[in-house]
Protein backbone atom coordinates (compact mmCIF):
# COMPACT_ATOMS: atom_id res chain seq x y z
CA UNK A 1 0.00 0.00 0.00
CA UNK A 2 0.92 3.61 -0.73
CA UNK A 3 0.40 6.10 1.52
CA UNK A 4 1.37 9.79 0.96
CA UNK A 5 2.16 12.78 3.13
CA UNK A 6 2.69 16.59 1.73
CA UNK A 7 4.73 18.86 4.63
CA UNK A 8 4.26 22.75 4.07
CA UNK A 9 6.60 24.75 5.55
CA UNK A 10 5.50 28.57 5.83
CA UNK A 11 6.74 31.90 7.97
CA UNK A 12 4.79 34.84 7.08
CA UNK A 13 4.66 34.04 3.68
CA UNK A 14 0.28 33.90 3.52
CA UNK A 15 -0.28 34.99 -0.01
CA UNK A 16 2.12 31.80 -1.06
CA UNK A 17 0.99 29.58 1.59
CA UNK A 18 -3.09 30.54 -0.24
CA UNK A 19 -1.62 29.60 -3.40
CA UNK A 20 -0.02 26.24 -2.26
CA UNK A 21 -3.37 25.34 0.25
CA UNK A 22 -5.28 25.77 -3.41
CA UNK A 23 -3.08 23.35 -5.35
CA UNK A 24 -3.33 20.97 -2.69
CA UNK A 25 -6.99 20.98 -2.37
CA UNK A 26 -7.01 20.73 -6.00
CA UNK A 27 -5.66 17.23 -6.24
CA UNK A 28 -8.21 14.53 -7.60
CA UNK A 29 -6.47 12.46 -5.74
CA UNK A 30 -6.89 13.26 -2.15
CA UNK A 31 -6.34 10.32 0.71
CA UNK A 32 -2.92 11.95 1.79
CA UNK A 33 -1.54 13.23 5.05
CA UNK A 34 -1.17 16.78 4.60
CA UNK A 35 0.90 18.59 7.59
CA UNK A 36 1.47 22.14 8.15
CA UNK A 37 5.27 23.72 9.88
CA UNK A 38 4.56 27.49 10.77
CA UNK A 39 7.33 29.27 12.08
CA UNK A 40 5.12 31.64 14.24
CA UNK A 41 3.62 33.79 11.40
CA UNK A 42 2.37 37.05 12.36
CA UNK A 43 1.01 37.78 9.02
CA UNK A 44 -2.15 35.97 9.36
CA UNK A 45 -1.23 33.14 7.95
CA UNK A 46 -2.51 30.93 11.40
CA UNK A 47 -5.71 32.18 10.64
CA UNK A 48 -5.63 30.85 6.88
CA UNK A 49 -4.39 27.44 8.33
CA UNK A 50 -6.97 26.87 10.67
CA UNK A 51 -9.64 27.56 8.11
CA UNK A 52 -8.13 25.24 6.34
CA UNK A 53 -8.17 22.50 9.99
CA UNK A 54 -10.50 20.18 8.94
CA UNK A 55 -8.14 18.96 5.88
CA UNK A 56 -4.95 19.02 7.83
CA UNK A 57 -3.75 16.24 9.80
CA UNK A 58 -1.37 17.87 11.94
CA UNK A 59 0.28 21.49 12.27
CA UNK A 60 1.91 23.81 14.29
CA UNK A 61 2.87 27.39 14.78
CA UNK A 62 6.23 28.23 16.44
CA UNK A 63 9.41 29.21 16.33
CA UNK A 64 11.81 27.00 14.59
CA UNK A 65 15.91 27.85 13.53
CA UNK A 66 14.82 28.29 10.00
CA UNK A 67 13.57 26.57 7.32
CA UNK A 68 15.47 22.93 7.72
CA UNK A 69 14.63 22.53 11.22
CA UNK A 70 11.13 23.67 10.10
CA UNK A 71 11.48 20.41 7.89
CA UNK A 72 13.06 18.03 10.36
CA UNK A 73 10.00 18.70 12.50
CA UNK A 74 7.72 17.89 9.41
CA UNK A 75 9.51 14.76 9.22
CA UNK A 76 9.36 13.75 12.71
CA UNK A 77 5.53 14.01 12.40
CA UNK A 78 4.61 11.95 8.81
CA UNK A 79 2.79 8.84 9.10
CA UNK A 80 2.37 8.23 5.31
CA UNK A 81 5.12 6.21 3.51
CA UNK A 82 6.66 8.81 1.21
CA UNK A 83 6.87 12.26 1.60
CA UNK A 84 6.67 15.41 -0.17
CA UNK A 85 7.56 18.88 0.21
CA UNK A 86 5.34 20.99 -1.11
CA UNK A 87 6.49 24.64 0.56
CA UNK A 88 4.56 28.32 0.85
CA UNK A 89 4.33 29.46 -2.69
CA UNK A 90 5.12 25.77 -4.06
CA UNK A 91 2.33 23.88 -6.39
CA UNK A 92 1.58 20.84 -7.63
CA UNK A 93 1.98 21.32 -12.15
CA UNK A 94 -1.94 20.43 -12.38
CA UNK A 95 -4.76 18.29 -10.69
CA UNK A 96 -3.58 14.67 -11.31
CA UNK A 97 -0.31 14.53 -9.76
CA UNK A 98 -0.60 13.09 -7.00
CA UNK A 99 -2.49 10.10 -8.34
CA UNK A 100 -0.20 9.70 -11.21
CA UNK A 101 2.61 9.15 -8.33
CA UNK A 102 0.74 6.80 -6.56
CA UNK A 103 0.28 4.82 -9.83
CA UNK A 104 4.11 5.15 -10.60
CA UNK A 105 5.45 3.69 -7.63
CA UNK A 106 2.50 0.89 -7.44
CA UNK A 107 3.37 -0.05 -10.62
CA UNK A 108 7.02 0.13 -10.18
CA UNK A 109 6.62 -3.55 -8.25
CA UNK A 110 8.75 -2.12 -4.99
CA UNK A 111 9.02 0.60 -2.64
CA UNK A 112 11.77 2.72 -4.09
CA UNK A 113 13.83 4.60 -1.42
CA UNK A 114 13.45 7.96 -3.72
CA UNK A 115 10.83 9.14 -6.38
CA UNK A 116 11.65 11.81 -8.83
CA UNK A 117 10.18 14.29 -11.61
CA UNK A 118 10.65 17.35 -13.62
CA UNK A 119 9.74 20.78 -12.45
CA UNK A 120 8.52 24.41 -13.46
CA UNK A 121 9.39 27.55 -12.45
CA UNK A 122 7.01 30.34 -11.93
CA UNK A 123 7.79 34.29 -11.83
CA UNK A 124 5.48 37.37 -12.29
CA UNK A 125 6.44 36.42 -15.87
CA UNK A 126 4.47 33.21 -15.72
CA UNK A 127 5.07 29.77 -15.68
CA UNK A 128 8.48 28.32 -17.38
CA UNK A 129 8.80 25.83 -20.07
CA UNK A 130 9.19 21.91 -18.19
CA UNK A 131 12.52 21.54 -16.58
CA UNK A 132 13.87 17.73 -17.28
CA UNK A 133 14.69 16.20 -14.01
CA UNK A 134 18.73 14.88 -14.73
CA UNK A 135 20.16 11.18 -13.71
CA UNK A 136 20.12 11.11 -10.00
CA UNK A 137 23.49 9.22 -11.20
CA UNK A 138 24.75 12.57 -11.86
CA UNK A 139 24.24 13.64 -8.60
CA UNK A 140 27.97 15.02 -8.31
CA UNK A 141 27.19 17.54 -10.81
CA UNK A 142 24.28 19.12 -8.70
CA UNK A 143 21.01 18.94 -7.76
CA UNK A 144 19.12 16.13 -10.19
CA UNK A 145 15.75 17.87 -9.39
CA UNK A 146 13.81 20.16 -6.91
CA UNK A 147 12.60 19.44 -3.70
CA UNK A 148 8.99 20.37 -4.77
CA UNK A 149 9.36 17.11 -6.92
CA UNK A 150 11.31 14.47 -4.78
CA UNK A 151 9.41 11.90 -2.78
CA UNK A 152 10.85 10.67 -0.26
CA UNK A 153 10.52 6.97 0.92
CA UNK A 154 10.03 7.52 4.79
CA UNK A 155 10.82 4.33 6.08
CA UNK A 156 14.03 4.14 4.72
CA UNK A 157 14.92 8.06 6.16
CA UNK A 158 13.98 6.73 9.32
CA UNK A 159 16.54 3.50 9.02
CA UNK A 160 19.20 5.48 7.92
CA UNK A 161 18.56 7.89 10.27
CA UNK A 162 18.69 10.90 7.34
CA UNK A 163 17.48 14.44 7.63
CA UNK A 164 18.37 17.58 7.01
CA UNK A 165 21.85 18.65 8.50
CA UNK A 166 21.04 22.14 10.22
CA UNK A 167 25.17 23.14 9.82
CA UNK A 168 24.38 24.15 6.00
CA UNK A 169 22.20 27.65 5.61
CA UNK A 170 21.57 27.02 2.20
CA UNK A 171 22.26 23.37 0.99
CA UNK A 172 21.16 20.88 3.48
CA UNK A 173 18.80 19.67 0.59
CA UNK A 174 21.48 18.79 -1.61
CA UNK A 175 23.30 17.10 1.17
CA UNK A 176 20.58 14.91 2.21
CA UNK A 177 20.18 13.74 -1.42
CA UNK A 178 23.80 13.01 -1.91
CA UNK A 179 23.07 10.63 1.31
CA UNK A 180 19.97 9.50 0.03
CA UNK A 181 21.67 8.17 -3.60
CA UNK A 182 24.60 6.66 -1.46
CA UNK A 183 22.74 4.91 0.95
CA UNK A 184 19.31 3.78 -2.00
CA UNK A 185 21.50 2.19 -4.43
CA UNK A 186 19.69 2.08 -7.09
CA UNK A 187 16.28 1.71 -5.71
CA UNK A 188 15.28 5.16 -7.10
CA UNK A 189 12.56 5.98 -9.48
CA UNK A 190 12.54 8.66 -12.00
CA UNK A 191 9.25 9.35 -13.58
CA UNK A 192 8.20 10.65 -16.73
CA UNK A 193 6.32 13.87 -15.34
CA UNK A 194 6.00 17.47 -14.54
CA UNK A 195 5.11 17.08 -10.28
CA UNK A 196 5.55 20.94 -9.69
Not at 41 to 67: C, F, L, M, P, Q
Not at 84 to 89: C, I, Q, R, T, Y
Request: charge should be neutral; glycine fraction near 8%.
Amino acid sequence: MVTLSIITINYNNKKGLLKTIDSIKEQSFTDFEWIIIDGGSTDGSVEIIRENESRIAYWISEHDKGVYDAMNKGLQAVKGNYVLFMNSGDCFSDQSVVSKIVNYIKSSGYFPELVYGDYRESSVEGKSPIIPSRSYKKIWYGAFASHQSIFYNCQFLKEKGLKYDLSYQIAADYKLNLEVVKYAKGNILQVPMCIS
